[in-house]
């Protein structure tokens, strides 16, 4: 697994001007698709994105504080209006990709031999597990909806000390392989990455069971003129391609 695209790093490339190499703020969950739509771009531009990996809500408080990020991906729809609506930070913006969510099962986990979606749950139900990790909802988008499909499934307030909380839904994704975990509610698109995806098995949440999970695309005030041809990028129909393969819905109307 390349740790480096899960944890909230910056890949800092060499001392040019922003506008020449801007830095971007993306959702923890984009990190694989993002790195391969970043390396798409250089090799068909010569051009270098910098780029930080995180939670959404943590990012637009960056940004509030005035963060020199040139581009912002975020996970939840509510970060990019506050941001629209109550800042004059953004130039252009539009909903991006819709994510889905799915329960996550590691080969070690004593839910390993449970064959479906409705077992996982009822096993929750029964307390068959030792410990469950979601991204916090309290500034995560995936963890948002995590918790919004425990509670659908009437199991969010049972064994409330066996629940681990991680910093983002990568950080989700990184304990749900490092042992210890019986089930973790993480996106789908990190469940398909072969690094994750060979550790155990995942199903997939029915979307009826969470809000949708709208990504925003936002081009900041700040953006020089990479930034910008990066942004037009991502919308065009050459990243489409890379988003399906890791699980993202391309809206009809983007």
């Known amino acids: 697994m390349r740790a480096g695209y899960l944890a909230g790093m910056v890949l800092f490339c060499s001392p040019i001007s922003a506008s020449e190499s801007p830095v971007v703020a993306i959702a923890a969950n984009m990190s694989y698709a993002m790195s391969e739509l970043i390396e798409e771009f250089h090799l068909a531009t010569g051009k270098t994105i910098r ?9 637009t408080r960056q940004l509030l504080q005035g963060a020199p990020y040139e581009l912002f991906l975020s996970a939840d729809k509510k970060y990019a209006r506050q941001l629209e609506q109550d800042t004059d930070l953004v130039k252009a913006g539009t ?23 409705d077992a996982i749950i009822n096993a929750l139900k029964f307390g068959e597990y030792q410990r469950l990790v979601i991204a916090n909802p309290e500034h995560a988008p995936y963890g948002i909806a ?39 509610i993480i996106p789908y698109s990190l469940a398909v990455v072969p690094a994750i995806a060979g550790q155990g098995r995942f199903f997939l949440a029915p979307t009826s069971w969470h809000r949708p999970i709208e990504q925003h695309l936002l081009l900041l005030q700040s953006a020089g003129k990479t930034a910008e041809e990066f942004y037009q990028y991502l919308l065009s129909g050459k990243s489409t391609m890379i ?7 391309i809206p009809a109307d983007r």
């Open 51 to 59: 780029v930080s990996y995180g939670s959404s809500g943590n990012f």
């Open 95 to 117: 909903v991006f990709v819709l994510g889905r969510i799915a329960f996550f099962i590691p080969n070690a986990s004593g839910l390993s031999k449970n064959t479906g979606l």
């Open 146 to 184: 995590a918790q919004q499909a425990l509670q659908q499934a009437g199991v969010w307030t049972l064994q409330r000390q066996a629940l681990l909380l991680a910093e983002n839904a990568a950080q989700a994704a990184q304990f749900s392989i490092a042992g210890g975990i019986d089930v973790s």
């Open 243 to 249: 988003l399906e393969r890791y699980g993202y819905v």
